[in-house]
DNA sequence: ACATTGACAATTA
DNA sequence: TTAATTGCCAATG
Protein backbone atom coordinates (compact mmCIF):
# COMPACT_ATOMS: atom_id res chain seq x y z
CA UNK A 1 0.00 0.00 0.00
CA UNK A 2 2.36 2.80 -1.28
CA UNK A 3 0.71 4.69 -4.11
CA UNK A 4 -2.71 4.72 -3.79
CA UNK A 5 -3.66 6.47 -6.95
CA UNK A 6 -2.80 3.20 -9.19
CA UNK A 7 -4.73 1.06 -6.87
CA UNK A 8 -7.79 -0.23 -8.62
CA UNK A 9 -11.62 -0.47 -7.13
CA UNK A 10 -11.36 -3.66 -4.93
CA UNK A 11 -7.60 -2.87 -3.85
CA UNK A 12 -9.65 0.53 -2.85
CA UNK A 13 -12.20 -1.27 -0.48
CA UNK A 14 -9.81 -3.97 1.30
CA UNK A 15 -7.88 -0.62 2.46
CA UNK A 16 -10.72 0.68 3.15
CA UNK A 17 -12.08 -2.53 5.12
CA UNK A 18 -8.87 -2.74 7.28
CA UNK A 19 -9.75 0.50 9.28
CA UNK A 20 -12.65 -1.72 10.91
CA UNK A 21 -11.43 -3.63 14.05
CA UNK A 22 -12.27 -7.01 15.00
CA UNK A 23 -15.19 -7.09 17.09
CA UNK A 24 -16.43 -4.26 14.57
CA UNK A 25 -18.78 -4.13 11.37
CA UNK A 26 -18.91 -1.95 9.09
CA UNK A 27 -21.60 -2.16 5.62
CA UNK A 28 -21.30 -2.73 1.46
CA UNK A 29 -22.36 1.04 1.50
CA UNK A 30 -20.27 2.78 3.87
CA UNK A 31 -17.44 1.36 1.90
CA UNK A 32 -18.61 2.44 -1.35
CA UNK A 33 -19.40 5.41 -0.32
CA UNK A 34 -15.58 6.23 1.38
CA UNK A 35 -14.87 5.99 -2.39
CA UNK A 36 -17.40 8.72 -3.70
CA UNK A 37 -19.78 5.79 -5.00
CA UNK A 38 -22.44 4.29 -5.03
CA UNK A 39 -21.16 0.84 -6.37
CA UNK A 40 -22.64 -1.47 -3.25
CA UNK A 41 -22.87 -4.45 -5.32
CA UNK A 42 -19.61 -3.51 -6.47
CA UNK A 43 -17.93 -3.67 -3.41
CA UNK A 44 -19.15 -6.72 -2.55
CA UNK A 45 -18.19 -8.32 -5.66
CA UNK A 46 -14.65 -7.15 -4.64
CA UNK A 47 -15.27 -9.15 -1.60
CA UNK A 48 -16.30 -12.42 -3.49
CA UNK A 49 -13.00 -12.60 -5.59
CA UNK A 50 -11.41 -12.81 -2.41
CA UNK A 51 -8.08 -11.10 -1.88
CA UNK A 52 -6.71 -12.75 1.02
CA UNK A 53 -8.86 -13.89 4.13
CA UNK A 54 -6.66 -13.00 6.68
CA UNK A 55 -5.56 -9.38 6.67
CA UNK A 56 -9.10 -8.82 4.16
CA UNK A 57 -11.74 -9.57 6.70
CA UNK A 58 -14.75 -9.82 4.36
CA UNK A 59 -16.75 -11.18 7.21
CA UNK A 60 -16.87 -7.92 9.00
CA UNK A 61 -18.71 -6.57 6.09
CA UNK A 62 -22.95 -6.90 6.31
CA UNK A 63 -25.88 -5.54 4.48
CA UNK A 64 -27.28 -2.16 5.39
CA UNK A 65 -30.36 -3.48 7.50
CA UNK A 66 -27.88 -5.50 9.63
CA UNK A 67 -28.05 -8.66 8.02
CA UNK A 68 -25.20 -10.55 7.21
CA UNK A 69 -25.44 -10.66 3.56
CA UNK A 70 -23.60 -13.41 1.71
CA UNK A 71 -19.90 -14.52 2.11
CA UNK A 72 -17.34 -16.55 0.12
CA UNK A 73 -17.27 -19.25 2.72
CA UNK A 74 -21.13 -19.61 3.70
CA UNK A 75 -22.68 -17.09 5.44
CA UNK A 76 -23.01 -19.69 8.60
CA UNK A 77 -19.18 -19.12 8.48
CA UNK A 78 -19.34 -15.46 8.20
CA UNK A 79 -21.36 -15.64 11.52
CA UNK A 80 -19.08 -18.19 12.86
CA UNK A 81 -16.03 -15.27 12.31
CA UNK A 82 -18.16 -12.59 13.64
CA UNK A 83 -19.25 -14.26 16.66
CA UNK A 84 -15.57 -15.41 17.53
CA UNK A 85 -14.42 -11.96 17.02
CA UNK A 86 -17.89 -10.85 20.13
CA UNK A 87 -20.25 -9.86 17.48
CA UNK A 88 -23.58 -11.18 18.88
CA UNK A 89 -26.02 -12.58 16.00
CA UNK A 90 -29.77 -13.85 16.58
CA UNK A 91 -31.52 -15.05 13.46
CA UNK A 92 -29.30 -13.69 10.55
CA UNK A 93 -29.48 -9.80 12.36
CA UNK A 94 -26.82 -8.53 14.47
CA UNK A 95 -27.96 -7.79 17.82
CA UNK A 96 -26.05 -4.48 18.38
CA UNK A 97 -25.56 -3.82 14.87
CA UNK A 98 -26.01 0.06 15.53
CA UNK A 99 -23.17 0.01 18.35
CA UNK A 100 -21.02 -1.63 16.24
CA UNK A 101 -21.36 -0.93 13.00
CA UNK A 102 -18.85 1.88 11.48
CA UNK A 103 -21.33 4.22 9.16
CA UNK A 104 -18.80 6.53 8.14
CA UNK A 105 -14.97 5.88 7.25
CA UNK A 106 -12.53 7.93 6.39
CA UNK A 107 -11.39 7.86 2.18
CA UNK A 108 -8.19 7.11 1.46
CA UNK A 109 -5.82 10.15 0.42
C1' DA B 1 -42.30 -9.28 2.75
C1' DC B 2 -41.59 -9.32 -2.43
C1' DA B 3 -40.58 -7.20 -6.96
C1' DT B 4 -38.59 -3.57 -9.45
C1' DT B 5 -35.26 -0.31 -10.50
C1' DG B 6 -30.84 1.88 -10.01
C1' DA B 7 -25.87 1.89 -9.84
C1' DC B 8 -21.24 0.02 -11.27
C1' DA B 9 -16.66 -2.67 -11.53
C1' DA B 10 -15.01 -7.03 -13.14
C1' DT B 11 -15.63 -10.98 -16.05
C1' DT B 12 -16.83 -13.17 -20.06
C1' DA B 13 -18.16 -13.51 -24.91
C1' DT C 1 -12.62 -3.25 -28.24
C1' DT C 2 -17.41 -3.22 -27.23
C1' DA C 3 -21.51 -5.47 -25.57
C1' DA C 4 -23.71 -8.50 -22.40
C1' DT C 5 -23.77 -10.73 -17.99
C1' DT C 6 -22.94 -11.17 -13.08
C1' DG C 7 -22.95 -10.03 -8.23
C1' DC C 8 -21.34 -10.99 -0.30
C1' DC C 9 -26.08 -4.38 -2.55
C1' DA C 10 -29.53 -0.37 -1.72
C1' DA C 11 -33.59 2.43 -2.20
C1' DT C 12 -38.24 2.49 -3.55
C1' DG C 13 -42.86 0.75 -4.76
Not at 51 to 77: A, F, M, Q, W
Not at 87 to 96: A, D, F, K, P, Q
Request: hydrophobic share 35%; aromatic share 6%; net charge positive.
Amino acid sequence: MKHLSKLNFDQRCYEILKQVPAGKVTTYKAIAEALNSKAYQAVGNAMNRNPNLIDTPCHRVVNSRGELGNYVLGCEKKRQRLEAEGVLIENGRLVNFDEICLTSLKPLS
